[in-house]
């Protein structure tokens, strides 16, 4: 089975850094994703993991522990237009299983 | 940038009609997929399909439901009879590769289909 958890929100001000955790306890396990979602939209791709370590791409970076099934997406510099929907994703052989997301919000 | 591109954007349907729902994935992917959310929900995995045939599917995905590539750039999603419960937005989505071979999932804008 799957089992994906994130937290539901976060607050934090503009200029700031957010992290967002998500453990995970999954069959299969291939990499981890992390998609960003704004209302009514479709999730887009932020980044992954397959390895243990930080990936950093630009202002957002992502880590993953495969032992302790552990990854989270780092916000820095937030801006306005970072208040949206953050999905943490498992891979497995023939599909990617979405936690039910953690909506941050930027204030100024 | 080439995207996933899906119709219609809103399909208002009765109960017990039958609809489908088209994309049109990136041209060069091999993995395609159906995703449903339902609103405030989380997103879910309905079905993936490679090489004309469904590789896993959720038990969301029961015998109402069936996926089609009818030509070489269409997927389509049919669902039978539609229930009330069946109100969602669904996502298509693909891929390059799956499995080990790791490959972004690209998401169409969705269809929301809304059964009255």
């Known amino acids: 089975g799957q089992n994906i958890d994130q937290p539901t929100e976060m607050t934090a001000t503009e200029g700031a850094i957010v992290q967002i955790n998500c453990t995970y306890q999954?069959?299969?396990?291939?990499?981890l994703f992390w998609y960003q979602q704004h209302a009514g939209e479709a999730p887009t791709f932020l980044s992954y993991?397959?390895?243990?370590g930080l990936e950093e791409k630009g202002r957002f970076s992502s880590f993953l522990s495969r032992s302790k099934g552990y990854s989270y997406l780092l916000l820095k510099e937030l801006q306005m237009k970072d208040s949206a929907s953050y999905l943490c994703?498992?891979?497995?052989?023939?599909?990617?299983?979405f936690g039910a997301g953690t909506t941050v919000t930027v204030r100024a | 940038e080439p995207e996933v591109t899906q119709t219609p954007s809103h399909q208002v349907t009765q109960m017990g009609q039958e609809v489908i729902l088209r994309c049109v994935p990136i041209?060069?992917?091999?993995?395609f997929y159906w995703y449903r959310q339902i609103l405030g929900q989380k997103v879910e995995f309905l079905v993936s399909?490679?090489?004309?045939?469904?590789?896993?599917k959720s038990e969301i995905f029961d015998d109402q439901f069936s996926v089609e590539r009818p030509d070489g750039s269409n997927f389509t999603l049919k669902i039978r009879s539609t229930k009330l419960e069946d109100s969602a937005m669904y996502f298509c989505?693909?891929?390059?590769?799956?499995?080990?071979?790791?490959?972004?999932?690209?998401f169409g804008n969705g269809t929301r289909l809304t059964v009255t």
């Open positions: 989505a693909s891929s390059l590769i799956l499995g080990q071979g790791i490959s972004p999932l690209h």
């Open positions: 999954t069959s299969g396990f291939n990499g």
């Open positions: 993991n397959v390895l243990d």
């Open positions: 994703a498992v891979q497995g052989d023939y599909k990617l299983s």
């Open positions: 041209s060069n992917h091999l993995y």
């Open positions: 399909f490679y090489n004309n045939e469904i590789s896993e």
